[in-house]
């Protein structure tokens, strides 16, 4: 994606344990999301972020969910207690708040055994 | 590389109107297409996922076909309504995301 780089790249975990996924955007893009995308299921939106203030975080599945972003930049995706039902490919994008383009990272597969 | 087109590039239509988006892409080497809606200031909205095996999928008013082999897809929305006016967005997975232009629908009452 353009200027957006997101780690690790791939996440294998056990069932259970806690992951932290990172968004890395290139600077001026206020606006930052967060997606996920199962197998075999279309993209979901999960939260997204003005600065560093989260407007709608309607989409995240669960309070085992949490993300935050920090400086106007990095932002962290944590889920907490993995599940099985969490393996998919974690997205970030960014945008700017003036146009409806947005930028995606390549992803984190995370799979939880 | 792949590249995704989409057009029109805006459409105004009075409510009630049949219409249809139409998507193209270079490389017919997909794993799927999907449909996105975009509402200003909101994130993406996945309306319909087509996997590369199949050639359509339904969701309510909305059709969206896919022919691989001619790199085309179309979304079909039937007896538009206002609150159908959005951005609509196609995308290929292919290693990653990849989107076209967007189609800007205004639904005139």
């Known amino acids: 994606g353009a200027g957006v780089s997101q780690s690790p790249s791939n996440k294998v975990t056990e069932k259970g344990k806690d992951v932290e996924l990172r968004c890395d955007p290139i600077?001026?893009?206020?606006?930052l999301y967060w997606y996920r995308q199962s197998l075999g299921q279309g993209l979901e939106f999960l939260i997204y972020?003005?600065?560093?203030?989260?407007?709608?975080k309607s989409g995240l599945p669960s309070d085992r969910f949490s993300a935050e972003r920090t400086g106007g930049s990095v932002s962290t995706l944590t889920i907490q207690r993995t599940q099985q039902e969490d393996s998919a490919v974690y997205l970030c994008?960014?945008?700017?708040?003036?146009?409806?383009?947005?930028?995606f990272g390549p992803g984190t597969r995370l799979t939880v055994l | 590389k792949q590249e995704v087109t989409q057009i029109p590039a805006a459409l105004s239509v009075p409510e009630g109107e049949n219409l249809v988006l139409n998507c193209s892409f270079t490389?017919?080497?997909?794993?799927?297409l999907q449909w996105f809606r975009q509402d200003p200031g909101k994130g993406l909205t996945s309306l319909l996922l087509?996997?590369?095996?199949?050639r359509e999928q339904t969701s309510g008013r909305l059709n969206a076909s896919l022919d691989k082999s001619s790199g085309r897809s179309t979304l079909y929305i039937a007896a538009s309504q206002p609150g159908d006016s959005a951005t609509y967005l196609c995308?290929?997975?292919?290693?990653?995301?990849?989107f076209g232009p967007g189609t800007r629908l205004s639904v005139l009452p």
């Open positions: 087509i996997q590369s095996s199949q």
């Open positions: 994008a960014v945008g700017f708040p003036s146009t409806d383009t947005q930028y």
């Open positions: 972020f003005q600065g560093n203030s989260a407007p709608d």
């Open positions: 490389d017919s080497a997909i794993y799927n």
């Open positions: 600077s001026g893009h206020t606006a």
């Open positions: 995308a290929v997975w292919d290693q990653n995301f990849v």
